[in-house]
């Protein structure tokens, strides 16, 4: 159709299809942010704002291959775990590809705008009285029982879809600079976009796009609350210790148990990259300094400019690197996150007298 050869599916080359279930998905923005370049002192510093897919997340790069791959395969039901966007991504993939879709969310865990998302285009939504890393262990279960196609980020295809990000990335900057970004930083809560990109860079390398030199340092960051990557990396381990307790405002990314762990740490490490934990505040604060830019983005999506922030202040990031931040899910997705982070609404009476009185600092309550 019309949308053939757009967005992701410019890459049919790195891609197991000529074209997918297609909304369509990829070519975000690689934004410029002036304020927060200089604030934080990098020669350069973009944001990728993968909010800017069809769901409002980066999760549709991978729906768009992965359901391609159920229609093929035939399968009766689709299901995924998640704590909100996979499930959003997956409902509406779901639906134009008129297959049944089933999510399972940890309760009262997920964002309203995502389960507004997966309710209206028709899944069959679960709510589990547990965490993520739970409802993923019933998903897996249920797969192996062959009671539905399993379509979370365990699932190759969808890594292959998400690979485009790297490629949009480089391809952009490159286009823009004569040269590729020496880190990508990125919220990491199952650890599949780190995986990803880490393939898509080793793919360029083999494919003599990209000199092994200059491969992106890749930079995961987590939520203190839920960081079993970053324990992973401080303490030299090839898969993460499953944490059962986690508890972050960035929902998004609240995961004990990153099953992509073992893909995405060799990736953080033969990069030369690092992982960094960081708190809500500081999570809430960088959401804050993204909207002052214009840019909408829920709180998981700051944790990457709030670690950037954080390796700055220690002097691990020097001032002369070009910077990409990866910003990963839209505002809308969380707005009670947003109105909180935000001014609070002002009431006034009304009449313009009374609006005037207000801005001039008395009541306007008339
Ligand atoms: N940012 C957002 C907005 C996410 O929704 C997710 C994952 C991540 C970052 C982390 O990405 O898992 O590749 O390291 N959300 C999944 C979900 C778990 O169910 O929507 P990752």
Not at 90 to 95: D, P, R
Not at 97 to 116: D, H, M, Q, R, S
Not at 263 to 291: F, M, N, Y
């Amino acid at each position: 159709d019309a949308f053939e050869g757009r967005g992701v599916w410019r890459y049919s080359a790195a891609l197991p299809f000529e074209e997918g279930v297609t909304l369509p998905e990829g070519d975000t923005p690689l934004h410029r942010v002036p304020g927060l370049e200089s604030e934080v002192g990098v020669r350069n510093l973009r944001l990728k704002h993968e909010g800017m897919n069809p769901t409002g997340s980066f999760k549709d790069r991978g729906m768009t291959v992965g359901v391609r791959v159920a229609e093929a395969l035939g399968v009766d039901r689709l299901a995924c775990a998640s704590t909100g966007n996979t499930s959003a991504a997956l409902s509406a993939y779901g639906a134009r590809a008129g297959l049944e879709t089933l999510v399972l969310l940890p309760a009262g865990k997920v964002a309203a705008g995502k389960i507004a998302q997966a309710s209206l285009h028709g899944a069959r939504i679960l709510e589990v009285d547990g965490n993520f890393d739970a409802c993923l262990d019933i998903v897996q279960d249920l797969a192996d029982r062959g009671e539905a196609y399993l379509l979370n980020s365990l699932n190759p295809f969808r890594l292959e879809g998400q690979k485009t990000i790297g490629l949009e990335i480089l391809e952009a900057f490159y286009d823009e600079e004569g040269r590729f970004p020496d880190r990508v930083i990125l919220p990491v809560g199952n650890a599949g976009n780190t995986a990803a990109l880490y393939k898509c860079f080793r793919e360029m390398v083999a494919g003599g796009d990209l000199a092994p030199g200059d491969v992106p340092r890749l930079t995961g960051v987590q939520a203190e609350g839920a960081a079993p990557m970053v324990e992973a990396i401080e303490e030299g381990r090839e898969d993460t210790r499953r944490w059962e307790d986690v508890e972050t405002v960035a929902t998004a990314i609240r995961i004990g148990n990153p099953v992509n762990a073992p893909k995405a740490l060799p990736g953080i490490r033969e990069t030369g990259g690092t992982a960094v934990a960081v708190s809500d505040s500081e999570i809430t604060d960088a959401q804050r300094a993204i909207a002052g830019e214009g840019i909408g983005v829920e709180p998981a999506s700051a944790a990457s400019v709030a670690g950037l922030r954080k390796l700055r202040a220690a002097g691990e990031i020097e001032d002369g690197e070009d910077v990409v931040c990866l910003t990963t899910g839209h505002l809308l997705k969380d707005p009670d996150a947003a109105a909180a982070a935000g001014a609070d609404p002002e009431q006034v009476g009304d009449s313009t007298e009374a609006v005037l009185a207000h801005l001039a600092g008395r009541t306007g309550l008339s």
